[in-house]
């Protein structure tokens, strides 16, 4: 069974930095993708970015261009979020997401249907 744990949310002031944390276990992680997606009070869940099986192709979402890094260790079955410059808008719970099939790229995995495995989610609050 595929677990997802995600750590190092927190409260930042607006312009800080935060990194967050996924530790996957459950099956052989070096064989899908992975993405982040966050869920603002009163708001759908929404894609943030994603990272391909061996982070050959990486995508974001606009708001957060050039301002979050996604990449992952294989060798250490983790992912990670480096999330720069926030934002007041920022402010939502970030998960940790697995893609249901191994070796995707493109497209298909910055959709949020793509990921059938989460974890349970970490807040990050970015204070203006």
């Known amino acids: 069974q595929v677990q997802l744990v995600e750590t190092g949310g927190g409260l930042v002031q607006a312009g800080g930095s935060l990194r967050l944390s996924c530790a996957a276990s459950?099956?052989?992680?070096?064989?899908?993708?992975m993405g982040w997606l966050r869920q603002a009070p009163g708001k759908e869940r929404e894609f943030v970015a994603t990272?391909?099986?061996?982070?050959?192709?990486?995508a974001y979402a606009d708001s957060v261009k050039c301002r979050f890094t996604i990449s992952r260790d294989n060798a250490k079955n983790m992912m990670y979020l480096q999330m720069n410059s926030l934002k007041p808008e920022d402010t939502a719970v970030y998960y940790c997401?697995?893609?249901?099939?191994?070796?995707?790229?493109?497209?298909?995995?910055?959709?949020?249907?793509?990921?059938?495995?989460w974890g349970q989610g970490t807040q990050v609050t970015v204070s203006s």
């Open positions: 990272i391909s099986w061996n982070s050959g192709y990486t």
């Open positions: 459950g099956r052989t992680f070096s064989l899908y993708a």
């Open positions: 997401a697995a893609d249901r099939t191994p070796y995707r790229a493109g497209a298909v995995i910055t959709s949020k249907n793509s990921y059938p495995y």
